[in-house]
Every structure is written in C-alpha cells, then in structure tokens.
C-alpha cells in the first residue's frame, strides 16, 4: 500500500504510542508526540542507576531491567533503588553519559510481531514489555518481519530512520508491565520461534518529530 503523502513509499502502518524512559529500565513516559533528535528521542535514557556495590556482577555499570523484574514499574530512581537494595545492590542515579542505550538509538515495534508472540504463549502482552520507543499500528494484512527491514529506510512524521538490526531479546519482555510477575514462555518462544528477535534497532537519519496518527513509510 502507498502513502498518502509520498506516492512512492510503502506505507507499514500508523503510529500508535511513543515512549521514552528518562532513566534506563526504569518505567516508561508515554508521549503524544516526540521530538527526534540526532542521537535519539529528547530525554530518552539520559540517566542510569550505577551500580556501587562492587561484588555486584554488574559493578560500576548501569543495572539493566534484566537484573530486576521491579524496575519497570516505577519512574523514580529512589524506588528503584529500593528495589535494587532488596537484591543486595546499591546504586546511585548517574547523568555523565549523554545516553545510556544498550545498542542503538531507536527501537521500533510493529503490532504484528507482537501478535507473533501472543499466538505463541496463547496471552494478550502489552507493547511496553519490549520497551519501544514507536508501537505501529500495522496498515494492511502484509507482514513486514524485522529482517525484511533492515537497511531499509522509515520516515514518519519529518523524521527519517535507518534500520539496522533486529533486536536479540533478553528476559525482560517475561515481566507483567504493571505487577512484575513474569511468564517464561515468552522468552522461551521468542527463542524458540522468533531466533530471539522482536522489533528493530535505528539510528535517526533526519532529526525531527514524530507524532501519534503520523504514518510509517518505508521509502
């Protein structure tokens, strides 16, 4: 299917929620629209929790939603680091860093990959397990799976994205956004039937903004 506003692209779907998390694996800010910058979504992961304790595997570096199945469900760092206390870490909120990205600037997530997991475990999961920054509303019955992607350019709004790779997935996605309970199954049939990938990774080629209802165009 064409886009309605560049007769040449082919239109992937809408945009239908748009997130960015102030602190890394801490819990997300839905968005009604977002400005793009070089680097990433303004305010995205611009602050960690550091970890001090140094018998901690994770010792001097940023302690990952994958090592606390609680972080998520808070935005505030002296919660979290309550959270982090009880397993034994203590943490400090550090912003030395301009960002702190596990790989790539920008994660998108279309509706159907999702639906590819939900099949799998037989559950509904909300979108915010997979910490995306852009969730899209797929536009027609067409799969576009992750690989299909890469290399491939997305525009929405003013803003352009290169896609460079799908997204290996961790445990994280097992955790209920909203209690922290977790159900194995999804990692276990991401792996499984999904080669561990859901989403895809994006460096901004064009800076700019992005907005709820704005089309996604693979040009």
């Not at 995205?44 to 595997?57: N, S």
């Not at 929405?156 to 956004?177: E, K, M, S």
Request: charged share 25%; hydrophobic share 40%; aromatic share 6%.
């Amino acid at each position: 299917m064409r886009t309605t506003a560049n007769p040449g692209a082919m239109l992937i779907g809408t945009v239908a929620n748009l997130w960015r998390y102030p602190v890394k694996s801490l819990r997300g800010e839905a968005l009604q629209r977002a400005r793009v910058l070089a680097d990433g979504l303004e305010n995205d992961r611009t602050a960690a929790l550091l970890v001090e304790t140094p018998t901690h595997a994770r010792a001097g570096k940023p302690l990952r939603g994958k090592e606390n199945n609680r972080l998520h469900l808070t935005a505030d760092p002296e919660t979290a680091a309550s959270y982090a206390a009880d397993d034994g870490a203590v943490v400090t909120l550090d912003r030395t860093l301009p960002r702190y990205f596990d790989a790539r600037p920008v994660s998108v997530l279309l509706d159907r990959w999702v639906a590819d997991v939900e099949a799998l475990v037989g559950a509904a999961l909300d979108p915010r397990r997979w910490r995306p920054n852009v969730f899209v509303r797929s536009a027609t019955e067409t799969v576009w799976r992750e690989r299909d992607l890469v290399g491939g350019t997305l525009r929405a709004g003013d803003v352009a994205l290169r896609v460079l790779q799908p997204i290996t997935r961790c445990v994280t996605p097992n955790y209920d956004v909203e209690t922290g309970e977790a159900l194995p199954e999804v990692l276990d049939a991401v792996v499984r039937e999904r080669d561990a990938k859901v989403g895809v990774y994006c460096e901004v080629l064009t800076p700019g903004t992005i907005a709820l209802g704005d089309e996604l165009a693979l040009v």
